[in-house]
Each structure stands twice: as C-alpha cells, then as structure tokens.
C-alpha cells in the first residue's frame, strides 16, 4: 500500500496542484452547501479553504500528519479545521456528523478492495439525507509498471458502487479543470443519502 506520509515528508506529491479543484469552484459558483462538512483525504487542504470561504464549518481529513501539519500553517480561512485520521477506522465519535462531504481524487487513490467500506464509511459519517458531491479521477495508472494509485475507475462502476444508497443528482465530465488533466479525466458528481 502507499505510503502516503512518506510522499508527503518527501514532497513527491504529483496530485496536488497547488489549489482547489477547478470543477467544484466552479460548481460552488451555482451550487451551495450547507451545514457541517467534511473533505476525504484533504492533503494540503485547498478544497477546504475553497469550501470553507462558501460554507460555515469544515474539516479536512487526512491520514498523513505531515499533509495536515501543512494545510495547518496556511491562511485559514473562515471556520476550517482539521483532522489527521484514517478513514477506514473512524472514531464512532464521526458517526452522523456531517451534513455534505467533499472528494477529490481520493476514491480512485485507495486500493479498489476497499471501494466499499469507503462507500459503507461514507453512509456512516453523513446525517439522514446528507449530501456528497465528488470529483472522481478516471484516468489509467500515471506509471505503467504499477496498478496504482490512482486506480483506474470505470465511470458506470461509481453508479454501481454508490446507487444503493445515494440518489445520484448530478453527473457530467466537468469542462473546467486543471490544465494538466485533460477533459474526460475528472467526473464530477452530486449525489444525495437515499
Ligand atoms: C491523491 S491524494 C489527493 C489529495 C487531495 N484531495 C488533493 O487533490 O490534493 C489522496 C489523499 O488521500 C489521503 N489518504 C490516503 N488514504 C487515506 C485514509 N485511509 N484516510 C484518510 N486519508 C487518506 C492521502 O494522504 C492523500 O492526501
């Protein structure tokens, strides 16, 4: 598995570009979330500073701590937070906790057999009728000799994974992205607890 503290302690961090995800700033400017949320494997943290200039409370969670000691050091902004833990053995204290949640490239970063404890963990941590909203990486493995990550994701698979228990609101390929990830290799979706 990767050793995403290491990455981090290194600096070889090619997923972080340096801001926000350029489809949910711009899905934010005719979207709005409300309440408590919460942002899956944050790293440095610019979709919480992103989120949490629209929204009243939100925490970013990582399972590297040199990730979240960084996002820590920038100029907060409104009320963030953060949180270092690992998603897959969350405190029963997160249980319903929040009222939206925020990924970006973390579902296609976590070994596929874990796919459905995320979606599982996901249920547990959002209130009754919570809200998601996800950019999901499509692309293959950026190394050829590995598996990943990211892991590849088909995008009818998301619906497999997430239509049980979610209504699917919203789904495009976003024409607005980072210059370096080419329309058709994010797939942004809003989804809501059934
Ligand atoms: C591909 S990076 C994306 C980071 C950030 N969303 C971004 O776009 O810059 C995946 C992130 O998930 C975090 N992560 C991996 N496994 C995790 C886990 N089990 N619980 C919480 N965070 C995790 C990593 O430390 C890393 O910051």
């Known amino acids: 598995m990767k050793d995403w503290e290491k990455a981090y302690q290194e600096g070889i961090t090619p997923w972080d570009k340096g801001d926000a995800s350029p489809p949910i700033a711009h899905w934010l400017q005719e979207h709005s979330l409300k309440g408590k949320g919460l942002v899956l494997g944050c790293g440095l943290g610019h979709d919480v500073r992103l989120l949490a200039g629209y929204s009243g409370q939100v925490t970013g969670m990582d399972i590297s701590q040199t990730a979240i000691s960084k996002a820590r050091k920038?100029?907060?902004?409104?009320?963030?937070?953060y949180i270092v833990a690992d998603f897959f053995n969350l405190d029963e204290a997160y249980t319903q906790s929040f009222d939206w949640v925020?990924?970006?490239?973390?579902?296609?970063?976590?070994?596929?057999?874990?796919?459905?404890s995320y979606v599982r963990n996901l249920v547990k941590v959002l209130r009754p009728k919570g809200y998601f909203l996800?950019?999901?990486?499509?692309?293959?493995?950026l190394d050829p000799n590995t598996d990943g990550p990211p892991y590849k994701i088909e995008r009818a698979s998301i619906e497999e994974y997430f239509a049980k228990d979610f209504d699917i609101m919203e789904s495009f390929i976003p024409e607005t992205h980072y210059e370096c990830r080419p329309t058709g290799s994010e797939y942004l979706c809003w989804m809501r607890l059934k």
Do not use: G, W, Y
């Open 74 to 81: 920038m100029d907060a902004v409104n009320n963030e937070s």
């Open 102 to 116: 925020v990924e970006h490239t973390f579902f296609c970063a976590i070994i596929p057999d874990l796919r459905h």
């Open 134 to 141: 996800a950019v999901f990486f499509l692309q293959d493995p």
